[in-house]
């Protein structure tokens, strides 16, 4: 079945530190979502990313759709205390169906003060 | 702000029981899902509904039966509730042409004992 690995599994940074986390796929993809999802709470939609080469920004979030359209980046500038959580990449399952999502397993990013 | 509610953040029911999980979207959002969410296995889909009394079966709906008799409403029914359905479990809505940006509610953990 189709798989999205991201890398890195967990993150360990300082407050004001930037971020890269990335998400690759065995297949091609038309879209591109990122979620994070903070303690004991559901995922929030971050970005999403419609176009290869496309490059978004959200506040201090950017990312980008790769060119290949088997990978897409996350970029996080001057990390807060705040932007502790897990960060999902997701893109829409290509076995036939044309609503399902295929989620990767998640980045935990832990803030240090 | 899309507001996607769950009736219960925490619930915990024996072995056996019928369950009854609730999620209201206050969007007028087509779309509905359920999904639940295991650590090392990521989110999962449950279900899906396209409109009221529509529903598609996803990834893993043994065990699971859905309601959508309101538009704004979309309930997980579990049968005869087993251990191994202890989990996180995340109710999403979106827009029918933006089906991947999924809005999610804020879960509920159910034990089962």
């Known amino acids: 079945g189709q798989q999205l690995n991201q890398s890195p599994q967990s993150m360990f940074i300082q407050e004001g530190e930037d971020v890269s986390m990335n998400c690759t796929s065995s297949?091609?993809?038309?879209?591109w979502l990122w979620y994070k999802q903070e303690p004991g709470e559901g995922p929030v939609l971050l970005i999403a990313l419609y176009k290869a080469g496309e490059l978004t920004s959200n506040g201090r979030l950017t990312a980008q759709f790769g060119i290949t359209r088997k990978d897409s980046f996350l970029n996080i500038s001057a990390s807060i205390p705040s932007d502790v959580g897990i960060y999902f990449c997701?893109?829409?399952?290509?076995?036939?169906?044309?609503?399902?999502?295929?989620f990767g397993k998640g980045t935990l990013l832990t803030v240090n003060p | 702000d899309v507001k996607v509610t769950q009736s219960s953040r925490y619930l915990v029911k024996r072995t056996g029981e019928k369950v009854f999980l609730e999620c209201v979207q206050d969007m007028d959002h087509e779309n509905m899902f359920w999904y639940r969410q295991d650590p090392g296995l990521g989110l999962r889909l449950i279900y899906f509904s396209y409109d009221v009394k529509m529903k598609e079966k996803g990834d893993i709906p043994e065990g699971y039966s859905v309601s959508r008799e309101k538009k704004e409403r979309f309930s997980l029914i579990l049968e005869s509730a087993s251990t191994n359905q202890t989990s996180m479990y995340l109710c999403?809505?979106?827009?029918?042409?933006?089906?991947?940006?999924?809005?999610f509610g804020p879960g509920t953990r159910l034990t089962v004992t």
């Open positions: 997701a893109g829409p399952y290509s076995g036939g169906s044309n609503y399902k999502l295929t």
């Open positions: 297949s091609i993809f038309n879209t």
């Open positions: 999403a809505s979106a827009y029918l042409g933006q089906i991947y940006e999924q809005y």
